[in-house]
Nanobody, 125 residues
Framework: QVQLVESGGGLAQPGGSLILSCAAAGLNLDDFAIGWFRQAPGKDREGVGCIGNTYDSTYFTYLRDSVKGRFTISRDNAKNTVNLQMNSLKPEDTAIYYC???????????????WGQGTQVTVSS
């Protein structure tokens, strides 16, 4: 069974940085658009951003407005991972972060059927 696995979560101070990675066994991530999603306590899940697949030669990316300029999404094909670099973290970024196969559009991301288990990100002083 194909599964995605997130890593890299933890505690960061406001203004700090974390890098989340999404890895897969039995799945070449480069063949799929991959999305990042997050869910904070008591809130609905929201799309953070996404990156296109290898068939999109520019590796098109989308990021929600609240993280633009602070977060970036990239691929490391040698490691078969998709990374979410998070800089200038804010307390409101606190959430469980998930990666998933996705449909990636210019202004939103839709999850598909394959998800990771999530990784906790806490931003607090």
């Amino acid at each position: 069974q194909v599964q995605l696995v997130e890593s890299g979560g933890g505690l960061a101070q406001p203004g700090g940085s974390l890098i989340l990675s999404c890895a897969a066994a039995g799945l070449n991530l480069d063949d799929f658009a991959i999305g990042w999603f997050r869910q904070a306590p008591g809130k609905d899940r929201e799309g953070v951003g996404c990156i296109g697949n290898t068939y999109d030669s520019t590796y098109f990316t989308y990021l929600r407005d609240s993280v633009k300029g602070r977060f970036t999404i990239s691929r490391d094909n040698a490691k078969n991972t998709v990374n979410l670099q998070m800089n200038s973290l804010k307390p409101e970024d606190t959430a469980i972060y998930y990666c998933a196969t996705a449909e990636c559009f210019s202004d939103y991301v839709l999850p598909l059927e394959t998800w990771g288990q999530g990784t906790q990100v806490t931003v607090s002083s």
